[in-house]
Each structure stands twice: as structure tokens, then as C-alpha cells.
């Protein structure tokens, strides 16, 4: 089962607390800054699959080796 956003954020916050305090601001503010990007795949609208290419596509094909 995939934990929810709500979690992963709450963790990241956790971690980046911990940091802080071990004297870590530079690598807390990194996480800070970048969790919301990084768990975009757990919202909800997310889609679930990368669309793939169509296998009868044709590629361009050049004279350059």
C-alpha cells in the first residue's frame, strides 16, 4: 500500500526538523523547498500511468551514422 502525501509530507517535516537540529539548515531548506515537487505522484489526480507510444509510429530516420 502507498502511504498518502498527507504522511510523506508530515515525515519530510519530521526529517527536516531533525535536521535543523543537528545543525542541517542549508539540507532542511532543501527539503522544504523541493517535498512538494517530489510527492506530486501521490495526489490524487495524478495519473496512474505514463501514456506510451504508439508501436506503429514511424521515426525519422536520417543518413547520419
Do not use: F
Not at 498518502?4 to 542541517?24: D, I, N, P, Q
Amino acid at each position: 500500500a502507498m502511504e498518502s502525501r498527507a504522511s510523506a509530507l508530515a515525515k519530510a517535516e519530521t526529517v527536516a526538523s531533525e535536521m535543523e537540529t543537528r545543525k542541517l539548515r542549508a539540507a532542511a531548506n532543501c527539503l522544504r523547498e523541493g517535498i512538494g515537487e517530489t510527492t506530486t505522484y501521490l495526489l490524487d489526480e495524478y495519473p496512474a500511468r505514463a501514456p506510451t507510444p504508439d508501436p506503429h509510429q514511424q521515426h525519422d530516420r536520417t543518413a547520419e551514422p
